[in-house]
């Protein structure tokens, strides 16, 4: 996992927790690398998870609800880094689209050890996009986050239903479904 996760992550929770709260984090969590972590290198996506459990225990907040908040929070920075990609699409669903196609095909070429989710997605009518997000990561709560991102960047009102379609968590469907058929 790159290490822009785990620097933005422990940025986010310095400042809705403060430096004590990341320092805490970084001492009891179980870290290989040592939790000096650089936006460009590469660690192993299970400190991830190591992480988000820990202040999960410590904040008594469930780790889905962190994974969303953060999911919120890294599109932020996309928002900031990634701008042209935001550019040419001039809406939450033309954006969503090209997420598995375009984005994260991008990424893969700027980052060849990125690892990256794989979505199905389908416009089932003018006002739901069906999304299927499946990895071995499990980390579709992240991807609830970056849909309410995408929809709060774009000035969009929808209602987003996640539902497993494995009991690992691996595979989960996602309906994004527009204000005004709600
Ligand atoms: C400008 C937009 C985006 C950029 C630049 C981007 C880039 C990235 C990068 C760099 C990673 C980390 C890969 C790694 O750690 O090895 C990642 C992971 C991920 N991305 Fe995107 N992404 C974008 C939009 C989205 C959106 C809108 C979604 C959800 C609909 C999404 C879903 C995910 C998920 C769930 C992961 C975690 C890895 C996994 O589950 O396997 N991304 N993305």
Request: no cysteine; proline share 3%.
């Given at each position: ?115 990256l989710p794989n ?16 990895s ?47």
């Open positions: 996992m790159k290490g822009i996760v785990f620097t933005k992550f422990l940025e986010m929770v310095e400042q809705t927790n403060g430096y004590d709260q990341v320092d805490s984090l970084l001492l009891t969590t179980d870290l290989p690398s040592g939790g000096t972590y650089t936006a460009a290198g590469t660690y192993d996506h299970q400190e991830m998870v190591g992480l988000v459990a820990n202040l999960s225990q410590a904040t008594h907040r469930s780790a889905s609800d962190i994974l969303r908040e953060y999911g919120r929070y890294l599109f932020q920075t996309f928002v900031n880094t990634y701008h042209p990609f935001l550019e040419v699409a001039p809406d939450a669903f033309t954006f969503l689209s090209s997420v598995d196609a375009y984005i994260h095909v991008e990424v893969k070429k700027l980052y060849p050890e990125a690892e979505f199905t997605i389908t416009r089932l009518d003018g006002s739901t996009l069906q999304m299927i997000y499946q071995s990561r499990k980390m579709a709560d992240l991807a609830y986050g970056l849909i309410e991102g995408t929809l709060a960047y774009y000035g969009e009102i929808a209602k987003i239903e996640q539902q497993a379609l494995s009991p690992d968590g691996s595979r989960v469907k996602f309906l994004i479904i527009k204000a005004n058929h709600l």
